[in-house]
């Protein structure tokens, strides 16, 4: 019943149809039904994501909204390429996604860094990883420059424990844009930041977003983060996790936090957060 | 907590402790006149000591004991980390392997002495093979732990960036396991001296067991003190120098927590 609802719905929203069935070839990313199934431990099988279509433009900001167990995780990860998809397509530049990719970065929740290493280090790993140790020179200016970007500019010789969360969690977004990637994915990457530093940290991310113009998907629960980050705002519904509406934000840029206030910013949280009170589905 | 962290006041607090315990020791044989045979006055001991120090035979011994001990220690620790590396790399090695290891464990070294002395003779040799066997399982069942107590988001991580299984072996596993993998060596050679004085009880010619033996048969009790002070002399610096090294190496660790010898 639930399901039928949620398909007659975003059928009838016109933006969100053209998006879901109109991917333009020439977007970086698209999902074509993509649909994860988990065996249980009680071997009853769960239905993560149910037949998620999307395309992502060159450049996009776009947030994967929902609440809990809606799938939004799972999703990054068959994005990331660390997740096997059960079936669907995913494509990235028009050739199938088959594991991790080079040019994908991708933050956590919490920061992993790795404590033993110094910032400047930690921010090289996936150059060690990827490129070779050797290689490790090359991209050591570009590391500086990145640290220069996140805000941390003389923290090359610090270790993790010595930083504030927010600001490993900025080591964590320059050690993402290492590799000069076309994509980065965040996982609810100010999670676990106070209020206040959350605010600002997505200020930062604006700024490291309109400077390195990299297409980004982030994750959260937060209305308002989304609408505040956003070009488009995937919004997911749980049991089973399902792309029931994509939401378009024409809210100008550069975006401020006083535009929280603005009627427009309040328009768009109250219509997601009336998309999700006829759904039922408010953690 | 941690022997660095200590104020001075807390030092001198502990060393004013071991004063009047040896003050009240000393009155007490002199006032109850306790035979020395049972029990010598501390001044005995540290007459004991520094005769037996003097004449050089405490010292031959202690160099013959610490050898033990650390020929022992090292040994051990050796196989422990080749064998805890390994049993961590697969579940299947460590299904066939663990039983094993774990029945080795539960049968008292101390009991099996006497069959290491009879394979590895009467010499230095059976010393430090039954240091290496207690010396083995703490730093075996450390490492273990410690390759497996990787958090799952350092994996994906790892995953995410296109580690190879080797990479994420010596640039994850590796450091994470260093901490544990140090409480065990710490552990292990402690237990280690344990080990060369079990096997000198058994049978020796030299090192600080054999002079316990000696003295104790020659009911010179005093020089049993003497011989065990220097063996607790030698475990607490070699507790020292491991905690020296955990420092030196986990320089990324905020807080050190202390070891426990009980497990």
Redo the contacts between chains.
């Keep these: 019943m639930l399901v039928s609802d949620l398909a007659g719905k975003s059928a009838d929203d016109k933006s969100a149809g053209d998006k879901l069935i109109n991917s333009k070839p020439a977007d970086l990313v698209t999902a074509q039904n993509v649909r994860m199934v988990y065996t249980s431990r009680n071997a009853e099988l769960v239905t993560a994501l149910d037949d998620v279509s999307f395309g992502i433009a060159e450049g996009e900001f776009i947030a994967l909204l929902g609440p809990s167990g809606c799938g939004k995780t799972t999703l990054l990860k068959i994005l990331?390429?660390?997740l096997k998809r059960t079936s669907g397509e995913v494509t990235m530049r028009g050739q199938p996604l088959e594991?991790?990719?080079?040019d994908?970065g991708?933050v956590?929740?919490?920061p992993?860094l790795?404590?033993?290493r110094s910032v400047l280090d930690n921010i090289l790993?996936?150059i060690?990883?990827?490129e070779g140790r050797l290689q490790r020179r090359d991209y050591e200016a570009r590391a500086r420059d990145y640290l220069k970007m996140v805000g941390l500019e003389g923290f090359e010789t610090k270790?993790?424990?010595e930083l504030s969360g927010g600001m490993q969690q900025r080591v964590a977004i320059g050690r993402s844009l290492i590799r000069d990637p076309a994509m980065l994915l965040m996982d609810e990457p100010f999670g676990a930041l106070d209020a206040m530093t959350r605010d600002l940290m997505n200020v930062e991310l604006l700024r490291i977003w309109q400077a390195s113009r990299k297409t980004i998907v982030l994750v959260t629960h937060s209305i308002a983060e989304a609408v505040f980050l956003a070009d488009r705002v995937f919004v997911m519904t749980p049991r089973p996790g399902r792309l029931s509406e994509i939401i378009p934000i024409d809210l100008p840029r550069p975006r401020h936090l006083d535009m929280i206030n603005s009627p427009e910013f309040g328009h768009y949280v109250r219509r997601i957060g009336r998309h999700f009170a006829t759904h039922g589905a408010v953690a | 907590m941690n022997e660095a962290t200590r104020t001075p006041i807390e030092i001198a607090q502990s060393v004013l402790l071991l004063a009047g315990l040896l003050a009240a020791w000393e009155f007490a044989v002199v006032w109850l006149d306790i035979s020395p045979i049972l029990l010598p006055a501390p001044s005995a001991v540290a007459i004991s000591l520094v005769n037996g120090v003097k004449s050089g035979l405490l010292i031959k011994h202690l160099g013959v004991t610490f050898f033990e001990t650390m020929a022992g220690f090292v040994l051990g620790s050796v196989a422990g980390l080749v064998c805890g590396g390994l049993i961590a790399q697969s579940r299947a090695i460590e299904r066939l392997l663990y039983p094993y290891v774990i029945a080795f464990q539960t049968v008292p070294k101390v009991a099996i002495a006497p069959l290491i002395v009879i394979w590895f003779g009467y010499g230095v040799a059976s010393k430090v093979v039954i240091a290496a066997t207690i010396a083995f399982f703490p730093v075996l069942a450390n490492t273990i732990v410690g390759l497996r107590s990787v958090p799952a988001d350092q994996l994906e991580l790892m995953a995410a960036f296109m580690a190879t299984r080797r990479q994420t072996l010596w640039k994850v596993r590796v450091p994470q396991a260093l901490p544990f993998i140090l409480v065990g060596l710490d552990v292990g050679a402690v237990l280690a001296v344990i080990g060369a004085v079990v096997g000198e009880f058994v049978s020796a010619k030299e090192g600080l067991g054999f002079q316990i033996l000696q003295s104790g048969f020659s009911l010179d009790t005093a020089g049993v003190f003497a011989a065990l002070v220097l063996l607790a002399v030698m475990g607490i610096a070699i507790h020292l120098a491991m905690g020296f090294l955990r420092k030196k190496v986990l320089y990324w660790v905020d807080d050190i927590s202390p070891v426990n010898f009980s497990g």
């Design positions: 990331t390429g660390t594991g991790p990719r080079p994908i991708r956590f929740q919490t992993v790795l404590a033993w790993l996936p060690e990883l990827g270790y993790p424990h």
